[in-house]
């Protein structure tokens, strides 16, 4: 009997219309398995193509975020400096900026604030950090001009002698400049942590701060919030570094306070932080784990320079230092000086992160 079952079972596998089934069957895996494949490498190429050329009209419309977290942007425009800040995949936007600019004495202060656990910290440093900042730097150098205006002149002096003395003044200008940067973000941060402790608030922020005065731009940085420098070849100038736990000098400092650093897809203080500076975060600098303590950087605008870029890091997980300064060069005539270009590229380019990009046109102000 059963070999009788067997013998008949084997009879309608093999007939023609079961084959036919079974070859439909496996055919249409093969075909779902290849268009999904396919669907992929074309996603992948068109990504690519969108991250590397300019982004004409009927690509603005791919751009266009989609859901109700995507479409929360903060925007300022002026004659020499954009912003543009977008929510994007997150839930929550807590990236903050802030431009303040004094004409008359030519100081203009730039900052992008990218904030975590939370929108108060970054907010707090939108508010309160430049006001009390700018008024310090514009007592500096009404200070140091005064000297330089007391000192009787020397009628002899050479050419040579009054551009040393020149390049004198503006190394203490920018020596006093730097020191109350330095203090001013330190001043902010001790603020933020008076509050936490009475309202227990765990957030944190970067802070990246550039100072820009006549031909000279000086970068105060905390965390991993990012400045490049543009020129019209489109070449990148770092003007700041990452802070991040693994390097040598960080993990050495967090070892030495008695932490440790973990990874989890990235290398974090105490298994929670991926920057090892920033303002706030309270639990992690009660302990010293943490610090605020900027690196300042000091640079000269040359003939061929044209632009500045700050932005968190949103950005920068998306595009090269090369990729932005390429695409400034290239679109700093546009409404935003491209700012809004730049972040809609970094968003389209995959960025998981609130995107936020501040530039300044810097064209005017070359020195050969």
């Known amino acids: 009997m059963s070999e009788s079952f067997t013998f008949y079972m084997w009879l309608y596998l093999f007939r023609?219309?079961?084959?036919?089934?079974?070859?439909?069957?496996?055919?249409?895996?093969?075909?779902?398995?290849?268009?999904?494949?396919?669907f992929h490498l074309f996603m992948k190429r068109l990504r690519y193509v969108l991250c590397h050329y300019s982004p004409g009209e009927n690509?603005?419309?791919?751009?266009?975020?989609?859901?109700?977290?995507?479409?929360?942007?903060?925007?300022?425009?002026?004659?020499?400096?954009?912003?543009?800040?977008?929510?994007?995949?997150?839930?929550?936007?807590?990236?903050?900026?802030?431009?303040?600019?004094?004409?008359?004495?030519?100081?203009?202060?730039?900052?992008?604030?990218?904030?975590?656990?939370?929108?108060?910290?970054?907010?707090?440093?939108?508010?309160?950090?430049?006001?009390?900042?700018?008024?310090?730097?514009?007592?500096?150098?009404?200070?140091?001009?005064?000297?330089?205006?007391?000192?009787?002149?020397?009628?002899?002096?050479?050419?040579?002698?009054?551009?040393?003395?020149?390049?004198?003044?503006?190394?203490?200008?920018?020596?006093?400049?730097?020191?109350?940067?330095?203090?001013?973000?330190?001043?902010?941060?001790?603020?933020l942590l008076e509050i936490a402790k009475a309202t227990r608030d765990l957030s944190g922020s970067t802070a990246l701060v550039a100072l820009v005065h006549g031909s000279d731009v000086l970068v105060a940085n905390v965390g991993d919030s990012r400045g490049v420098m543009c020129d019209s070849r489109g070449m990148a100038i770092p003007l700041s570094f990452d802070h991040k736990p693994q390097q040598l000098k960080e993990h050495r400092r967090i070892k030495e306070a008695g932490g440790f650093i973990t990874f989890s897809g990235v290398w974090r203080v105490a298994g929670v932080?991926?920057?090892?500076?920033?303002?706030?975060?309270?639990?992690?600098?009660?302990?010293?784990?943490?610090v605020a303590q900027p690196d300042i950087l000091s640079f000269r605008i040359e003939n061929e320079t044209c632009g500045l870029v700050l932005a968190t890091d949103g950005l920068w997980d998306a595009l090269s230092n090369e990729d932005a300064a390429t695409f400034v060069s290239k679109h700093l005539d546009e409404p935003y000086h491209g700012a809004r270009s730049l972040v809609h590229r970094a968003y389209i380019a995959g960025s998981q992160d609130n995107i936020c990009a501040l530039i300044v046109d810097l064209r005017s102000r070359g020195t050969s």
């Open 273 to 290: 932080l991926a920057t090892s500076r920033a303002l706030g975060d309270f639990p992690l600098k009660e302990r010293q784990l943490l």
């Open 59 to 191: 690509i603005k419309l791919l751009v266009t975020p989609s859901s109700p977290h995507d479409r929360r942007a903060l925007e300022y425009h002026s004659e020499y400096a954009s912003v543009y800040a977008l929510q994007g995949r997150r839930p929550r936007m807590e990236d903050r900026f802030s431009i303040l600019e004094d004409e008359e004495q030519d100081v203009h202060l730039y900052g992008v604030f990218d904030g975590h656990g939370g929108e108060f910290t970054a907010e707090y440093a939108e508010k309160h950090l430049f006001s009390s900042m700018l008024r310090k730097l514009v007592a500096a150098k009404q200070k140091v001009m005064n000297k330089v205006e007391d000192k009787p002149s020397d009628l002899e002096a050479s050419d040579e002698s009054e551009q040393q003395n020149a390049a004198n003044n503006n190394d203490t200008l920018l020596s006093e400049f730097s020191k109350i940067i330095s203090e001013e973000i330190l001043s902010l941060d001790a603020s």
């Open 16 to 38: 023609p219309g079961t084959l036919a089934a079974l070859l439909a069957f496996i055919a249409a895996i093969l075909l779902c398995h290849s268009t999904d494949l396919w």
